[in-house]
């Protein structure tokens, strides 16, 4: 099992930045591949990008590629959402997630694909 902290949220202005920090605890984590996700009020959870269990692939939604990007520390149990140039409409509760199982491209970018989550933390970015 993967446990799974988010923190960093916050209030920031448009063309700001903000970096995510997503705490794992458990013997699973760094072979994990780790997802964002993020949720807006009256809306569904929606895939922001995910990281596989090395660091060395990404993938992003179209709505944040270019801006924002993903890191994780094996050693430190933890992943990261470098969060640059934001939007009113970034505006969410941003969670993380851990899939354990292998790589299945079409779980990859949807919630169902991954088994862990964190409670989510708030970002608002206000115009």
């Known amino acids: 099992q993967v446990q799974l902290v988010e923190s960093g949220g916050g209030l920031v202005q448009a063309g700001g930045s903000l970096r995510l920090s997503c705490a794992a605890s458990?013997?699973?984590?760094?072979?994990?591949?780790m997802g964002w996700f993020r949720q807006a009020p009256g809306k569904d959870r929606e895939f922001v990008g995910f990281i596989n269990w090395s660091g060395g692939t990404t993938y992003y939604a179209d709505s944040v590629k270019g801006r924002f990007a993903i890191t994780r520390d094996n050693a430190e149990m933890a992943v990261y959402l470098q969060m640059n140039n934001l939007k009113p409409e970034d505006t969410a509760v941003y969670y993380c997630?851990?899939?354990?199982?292998?790589?299945?491209?079409?779980?990859?970018?949807?919630?169902?694909?991954?088994?862990?989550w964190g409670q989510g933390t708030q970002v608002t970015v206000s115009s």
């Open positions: 997630a851990a899939r354990g199982g292998p790589w299945i491209q079409s779980m990859m970018i949807t919630p169902t694909g991954y088994d862990y």
């Open positions: 458990g013997r699973s984590f760094s072979s994990s591949y």
